[in-house]
């Protein structure tokens, strides 16, 4: 796990979690992504009383970027106040992974990087194209 990173996406992760809407668990994350033409998109989770229609501060940032026309990605900080590390869930890590597997993922809390990692290695043989494209076609 390469330990380089991008300091200043992490802090712009972790002003993106102080706009997090968490009223039901109180669990801020904020996500910074840059793209390979060097913009940055911020996202926080958005929770709704309805769980399951929560949004991931990491997919909140992805949708920011697909919906600016970026779709090149790089590198990936996401932030929580938490003394473990916070990775993406599972969802994200397949949303990501649409993406960009390579994509490098930053893993911090307020005031530490834990590690970075990338796609890939958080989701090894994600569900993909190929995958896809070699269904059976009966």
Do not use: H
């Not at 769980?51 to 997919?59: D, F, M, N, P």
């Not at 090894?124 to 059976?136: G, I, L, R, V």
């Amino acid at each position: 796990m390469a330990q380089e990173f991008d300091a200043k996406l992490v802090e712009e992760a972790r002003k993106a979690r102080q706009r997090a809407y968490a009223p039901y668990s109180n669990f801020k994350v904020g996500a910074a992504l840059r793209t390979k033409s060097g913009k940055v998109f911020r996202g926080g989770n958005v929770e709704n009383i309805s769980i399951g229609l929560t949004i991931c501060a990491e997919r909140s940032a992805a949708v920011t970027a697909v919906a600016a026309g970026e779709m090149d990605w790089e590198e990936i900080a996401v932030v929580a106040d938490t003394t473990r590390p916070t990775s993406p869930c599972g969802a994200c890590r397949q949303f990501l992974a649409e993406f960009n597997p390579d994509l490098k993922v930053v893993v911090a809390n307020q005031t530490e990087v834990f590690y970075t990692v990338t796609v890939a290695e958080l989701l090894p043989k994600a569900f993909d194209n190929d995958t896809y494209k070699s269904q059976s076609k009966n």
